[in-house]
DNA sequence: GAGAGAGATGTTATAACATAACATTCCTTA
DNA sequence: TAAGGAATGTTATGTTATAACATCTCTCTC
């Protein structure tokens, strides 16, 4: 959980959201994928593919992984969650509509994730691209640090 | 291999520039340690820990996966080599002499993967950070894509 | 409403990446 | 030359991800 907002609307507006951009573009946001988003959503951390394992199994029935790595494929196609390289967990994308690269800056302390469309950060990317003759596909950016609350956090205490 | 560079006088240098940063430091840059920065500088692509395991190990004797990621831990702390999260991969290191992050530019075609020190893009990311109050500790940056050669050498077929 | 075909999911097995825990060796230095 | 720390060796296992093939399900057409 996070910085005190409403959490359930937050996963509730993603989830509706989502159904609304698979409609819109003719894909199926099947029972499987929309449960594995809707883990995805249960928090602001990163989550791992065998945590979405473990989660989604029960004693009569487990899940195996090609089911929730196909349904991870499937929701990274669509821009609906991202990927963290650096921690080989997900977290879900909180602006799904529009094609954008992921700035992703991860709290080392309580792990939450926040996600920014800097242009800034993009340009300068592109300067030194050009500069080099190369032609971007994709720009993977992850910041590794102390959110706000857990520095303040580690200052009281 | 890379654009027509002398690379042997490229590995030369780079575990020459490796011996003395280490020596200055008062840092072991062991046998193995130095094996493996060699393998390492046979190229300017990505190199996996089991390719590094494969290429150190002979009939007689089988060099195992701890051995190896001790190395490259030792070689990450001391700034000589990368780490390339989205590859699971490894690459050397430049300019190891500075302290500096590690923004790199990776061909999907040719492998080849190119390192820059821009501040522009340094700067875009504390921006960020100093909008979100975010302290930050570590940037990853790796942009994917198709390097100018590769470009070319697609043009042309 | 039977069959074809595509898309999704299930299943088995294994590949690929990484580390914990403990034993041994090697290197320095007092 | 013994002690202690650093490095490496060894065994085992944990974690992340995918290949290959079987089955199911839905929709569309005839």
Redesign the interface.
């Known amino acids: 959980m996070d910085h005190e907002h409403n959490h359930d609307a937050c996963i509730e507006q993603a989830l509706s959201s989502a159904d609304e951009i698979c409609a819109r573009r003719g894909v199926r946001l099947t029972p499987m994928r929309r449960k594995v988003l809707e883990r995805i959503w249960q928090s602001h951390e990163a989550i791992k593919a065998y945590d979405l394992i473990g989660q989604l199994s029960s004693a009569d029935r487990t899940v195996k992984p090609p089911t929730v790595y196909r349904a991870l494929d499937f929701l990274l196609e669509q821009g609906l969650i991202h990927r963290i390289?650096?921690l080989n967990g997900f977290v879900g994308c909180d602006r799904p509509q529009k094609a954008h690269q992921s700035?992703l800056?991860i709290?080392?302390d309580c792990g939450h994730v926040?996600e920014?469309g800097?242009e800034?950060?993009r340009?300068?990317?592109d300067?030194?691209?050009a500069r080099?003759?190369?032609?971007?596909?994709?720009?993977?950016?992850?910041?590794?640090?102390?959110?706000?609350r857990c520095?303040d956090r580690a200052a009281h205490a």
Chains 1, 2 share one sequence.
Do not use: K, M
């Not at 003759?133 to 910041?143: L, S």
């Open positions: 390289e650096s700035q800056f709290c080392r926040s920014c800097d800034g950060i340009r300068a990317l300067r030194e691209a080099q003759g190369f032609h971007t596909e994709a720009r993977i950016v992850e910041v590794r640090g102390l959110c706000a520095q």
